[in-house]
């Protein structure tokens, strides 16, 4: 009994170790089996997500293009909508504006109308005055037309002689000249019978000379010609042996070639169809862009229309403005001339005004009582003058001659007070000279008291001989006080001023 339960206790201990062993093996296997499960759902839960997103993603970029499509239009009917809005407001200001401008216009024309008016007024009287100005310049010219005609015969006359005279001169100069011309001609035609002999015998030696060397030169080019075509057969034999062997290497370049040139036009074709879509594709994207481009080209050209209509009438306003501008300030400026020209008058008039009433206070009782002086004219002579200012004038000048006889007191006067002025002058001319000649003569007789070595260098005017002295009396010493009577003159007092004053 006892033996046999060692056995069995021996055995059984085996067994349990075994499966200990085979246990952890089992493990292991099952181990390893559950992780290479885990990685093939892994692989299979990352492929399924992959799939999935490159859908995803495919959807939303649909769903992008198919949204922006959609916003796209959205956005092109709002802003046509507020493209037509501010079209009908800037249409509604532009109208505003042209009525305005059309008021402003109509004002303006209204004052354009005016100044016509003004200026017609203004070129009737300028007109006037031009025609008078034009008679006097008529009358002037006729004058001048006499004048010259009389110089024109003195100077035709004077022409007539010296042109005689040349004349004759000429004729003599002439036939001087033609018997040179003989003499030189029969001259010319001896040595020109001599150049002709000596340029004959001249061109038949170099004939003869021409000739032989032409004959020389063909012997020695023929010469030359053998030698040289020699040569070029020798030359060419040559290069036939040398370059056979590169005519064979380029026949079978030349076969390659033509292959190669297949190739290239197979791809050529495919390249042609590859343009040919690719070009479909431009000419889809071009007919698009044109019809965007006609739409925006269509508002473009309507609003530089309303732009260029604008423009137009505005160039026109301006130009209306400058002109009616220009014709305020040509106003203006005429009508301060003549406001600065009337000014200057009334102040000459006023000058002269005082001037008189200056002068009544110096006047004395006979220029009170006879202000004017006598005529010094004798009675026929007064009485042609009075018929003839009686008679009714015949020219325009005499006819303003008239209109200006009321002045003649005024010219009297005024001449009496020039002749008064020009005698007033001469007088103090005068006594200026003879205080120089007093002033000389002290001098000279301080110089003969006094004594020194300048003095007694000169002359010496106290030194006299025979009753004469050594001063030198350019001009009489008169005493002022003696005065002569003398005849009253009657003088023009344009004449003494233009040829009695000193310039």
Same mark, same amino acid.
């Given at each position: 009994?006892?033996?046999?339960?060692?056995?069995?206790?021996?055995?059984?201990?085996?067994?349990?170790?075994?499966?200990?062993?085979?246990?952890?093996? =089992? /493990? +292991?296997?099952?181990n390893l089996a559950? !992780? &290479?499960?885990?990685?093939?759902?892994?692989? $299979?839960?990352? *492929?399924?997500?992959?799939?999935?997103?490159?859908?995803?993603?495919?959807?939303?970029?649909?769903?992008?293009?198919?949204?922006?499509?959609?916003?796209?239009?959205?956005?092109?009917?709002?802003?046509?909508?507020?493209?037509?809005?501010?079209?009908?407001?800037?249409?509604?200001?532009?109208?505003?504006?042209?009525?305005?401008?059309?008021?402003?216009?109509?004002?303006?024309?209204?004052?354009l109308q005016e100044a016509d008016e003004q200026y017609s007024m203004a070129l009737r009287a300028h007109l006037q005055n031009v025609d008078s100005l034009i008679d006097q310049q008529k009358l002037r010219i006729n004058s001048l037309q006499h004048e =010259? /005609? +009389?110089?024109?015969?003195?100077?035709? !006359? &004077?022409?007539?002689?010296?042109?005689?005279? $040349?004349?004759? *001169?000429h004729n003599i100069e002439m036939n001087d000249i033609a018997d040179i011309l003989f003499a030189m001609e029969q001259n010319f035609q001896d040595r020109e019978n001599e150049a002709k002999s000596e340029f004959q015998s001249m061109t038949d030696e170099i004939r003869n000379k021409h000739m032989e060397e032409k004959h020389g030169l063909h012997h020695t080019l023929q010469d030359k010609l053998e030698f040289y075509?020699?040569?070029f057969s020798n030359a060419l034999k040559m290069y036939q042996e040398n370059n056979q062997d590169r005519k064979l290497a380029f026949e079978e370049l030349k076969e390659k070639d033509d292959i190669s040139a297949q190739e290239i036009d197979q791809q050529m074709r495919k390249l042609t169809r590859i343009s040919e879509q690719i070009a479909q594709l431009k000419s889809k994207m071009a007919s698009n862009a044109k019809e965007c481009e006609e739409r925006n080209r269509q508002l473009k050209e309507e609003r530089e229309k309303m732009l260029a209509h604008f423009q137009h009438l505005k160039?026109?306003?301006?130009?209306?403005?400058?002109?009616?501008?220009?014709?305020?300030?040509?106003?203006?400026?005429?009508?301060?001339?003549?406001?600065?020209?009337?000014?200057?008058?009334?102040?000459?008039?006023?000058?002269i005004m005082k001037l008189g009433e200056i002068c009544r206070k110096f006047e004395t009782e006979e220029e009170k009582v006879l202000p004017f002086y006598a005529s010094s004219l004798t009675k026929e002579e007064q009485n042609d003058v009075n018929a003839a200012v009686l008679e009714a004038p015949n020219e325009a000048l005499v006819g303003v001659m008239h209109e200006y006889s009321t002045l003649e007191n005024f010219w009297k006067r005024f001449n009496k007070v020039t002749l008064d002025k020009l005698a007033l002058e001469k007088e103090k001319q005068g006594l200026m000279v003879e205080n120089q000649q007093l002033r000389t003569l002290l001098k000279q007789y301080l110089?003969?008291?006094?004594?020194?070595?300048?003095?007694?260098?000169?002359?010496?005017?106290?030194?006299?001989?025979?009753?004469?002295?050594?001063?030198?009396?350019?001009?009489?010493?008169?005493?002022?006080?003696?005065?002569?009577?003398?005849?009253?003159?009657?003088?023009?007092?344009?004449?003494a001023v233009k040829n009695v004053l000193p310039s």
């Open positions: 009994m006892g033996p046999k339960k060692k056995g069995k206790k021996s055995g059984g201990g085996k067994f349990s170790k075994m499966t200990e062993e085979e246990r952890l093996a =089992y /493990e +292991e296997q099952k559950e !992780e &290479e499960l885990k990685k093939k759902k892994e692989d $299979m839960l990352t *492929q399924f997500l992959k799939d999935k997103l490159a859908k995803e993603e495919r959807a939303t970029k649909f769903n992008i293009n198919k949204l922006n499509h959609q916003w796209r239009n959205i956005m092109r009917e709002n802003k046509s909508k507020e493209l037509k809005k501010d079209l009908e407001i800037l249409s509604q200001t532009f109208e505003r504006i042209v009525d305005r401008k059309d008021a402003t216009i109509k004002s303006l024309a209204k004052d =010259y /005609e +009389e110089e024109l015969e003195v100077v035709r !006359e &004077e022409f007539d002689t010296e042109r005689s005279i $040349m004349v004759d *001169q075509w020699k040569e160039s026109q306003m301006n130009k209306l403005r400058d002109g009616e501008r220009d014709k305020l300030t040509k106003l203006t400026l005429e009508s301060n001339s003549a406001i600065k020209e009337l000014k200057r008058n009334i102040e000459k008039l006023q000058s110089d003969g008291i006094s004594v020194n070595d300048e003095i007694l260098s000169q002359v010496n005017p106290l030194f006299i001989i025979n009753n004469k002295t050594n001063v030198k009396l350019n001009v009489p010493v008169t005493d002022p006080r003696i005065r002569r009577p003398v005849a009253q003159t009657v003088i023009e007092a344009s004449h």
